[in-house]
């Protein structure tokens, strides 16, 4: 299994903030992916409130994690998002941001955020218009 290697200065050393909780939102071809490496979509996927597609959580974590390990179980395949994290973005605001939640979040440069943000502005677009279109993979 590919490690698991955080996307900043991996300040999460007991555990891996950005798997507990998780709110991550999938895209079709993110799901498609995952699909392939023989998950079934009723036990990694849930319908949130807002109607977009979220990893399960399993005893409060991504059903993906490993909490022995501190490992992703479909880390090169992993979700379009998870790659980006801490990076989000802040539809109130119409702007990237980076997540409160994560404890390395106070590092990242604004030069850092600006060369991840188009591509994760052009995720928010494709979950935006595959809900719009009702091609969301749940
Ligand atoms: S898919 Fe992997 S990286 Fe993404 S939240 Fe789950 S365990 Fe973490
Ligand atoms: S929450 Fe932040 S510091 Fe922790 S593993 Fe995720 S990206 Fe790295």
């Not at 802040?90 to 850092?112: A, M």
Request: with cysteine; glycine share 6%; proline share 5%.
């Amino acid at each position: 299994m590919a490690p698991f290697n955080c996307n900043h200065n991996g300040a999460c050393n007991d555990v891996r903030l950005c798997c507990i909780d998780t709110e991550m939102t999938l895209t079709r071809e993110d799901a498609e992916r995952i699909d392939t490496l023989g998950h079934s979509r009723k036990d990694y996927l849930i319908r949130a409130p807002d109607g977009f597609c979220q990893l399960r959580n399993v005893e409060g974590h991504c059903y993906f994690y490993d909490p022995q390990s501190k490992t992703c179980g479909i880390y090169e395949s992993r979700p379009e998002g998870c790659k980006f994290y801490p990076i989000i973005y802040h539809v109130g605001k119409r702007k990237c941001v980076v997540d409160k939640d994560c404890p390395s979040g106070e590092t990242l440069t604004r030069q850092e955020i600006r060369k991840v943000c188009h591509k994760v502005r052009a995720l928010v677009e494709k979950l935006r218009m595959e809900a719009l279109q009702g091609e969301s993979p749940c």
